[in-house]
């Protein structure tokens, strides 16, 4: 159990490009899920996969973002034409059943510049 | 609109004295609760939780207290250590009504002093 892999852990954009996140759960975890964590604030919820389907999105998540895990195994997550306000901290988590008690991976540090 | 709040943003206890940390959330549709320990430079780790059918559950050192009527719970740690020493998250979710989504508060960070 090599735990939550996120990467890369850092990014630094310029604004207008498009980045892309990749989270690798643990292997036998089928629900997976993706947070976004400004400077000061907790973690924010964006969503959530139970294997392949993506069953709850956050308003948060804009036409700008969009995840897909193929196969129900990793999954990315997608930011096009980036903004100032996208610069956080992208947290991936995976939990093998509804106990809300993830495994998060140690995060993606975007900075759109 | 916040609505789970950790309303101080920072902690100082000595080592093997009790260290409590305390949430209060708005929503009453929130039926699950959770505490995350973050270290630097890692993602937060899951702590303990409490459902909201129980008002106590215990964990070692580590005690959540579920107050419903007041909207708070709280953590205690007995006795604290230095490597307690971290940011804490307090989240809760709607597990009745089938969500997973975790709402958090902004954390509060712990110093245990040796």
């Known amino acids: 159990d090599t735990g939550v892999s996120q990467n890369p852990r850092h990014k630094i954009t310029k604004r207008g490009q498009n980045v892309t996140f990749r989270c690798d759960p643990i292997?036998?975890?089928?629900?997976l899920y993706w947070y976004r964590q400004t400077l000061g604030q907790g973690p924010e919820f964006l969503t959530y996969f139970q294997n392949e389907a993506q069953l709850e999105k956050s308003r948060l998540l804009s036409d700008r973002f969009s995840a897909e895990r193929p196969k129900g195994s990793f999954s990315t997550l997608e930011i096009q034409r980036t903004e100032q306000g996208d610069s956080a901290m992208y947290l991936c988590?995976?939990?093998?059943?509804?106990?809300?008690?993830?495994?998060f991976g140690s995060g993606t540090r975007l900075t759109v510049v | 609109d916040q609505q789970v709040k950790q309303n101080s943003p920072s902690l100082s206890v000595q080592e093997g004295r009790i260290s409590i940390l305390n949430c209060d959330y708005t929503n009453s549709m929130f039926d699950y609760f959770l505490w995350y320990k973050k270290y630097p430079a890692e993602g937060p780790t899951f702590l303990i939780s409490?459902?909201?059918?129980?008002d106590k559950n215990e964990d070692g050192r580590f005690t959540v207290f579920l107050n419903k009527s007041a909207k708070h719970l709280s953590l205690h740690i007995v006795p604290s250590q230095p490597g307690d020493s971290a940011v804490y998250f307090c989240a809760a979710a709607r597990a009745s009504g089938g969500s997973e989504k975790l709402v958090f508060g902004k954390g509060m960070k712990l110093t245990v002093n040796p």
């Open positions: 292997s036998e975890h089928n629900r």
């Open positions: 988590a995976s939990s093998p059943d509804s106990n809300y008690g993830y495994t």
């Open positions: 409490i459902s909201s059918i129980k």
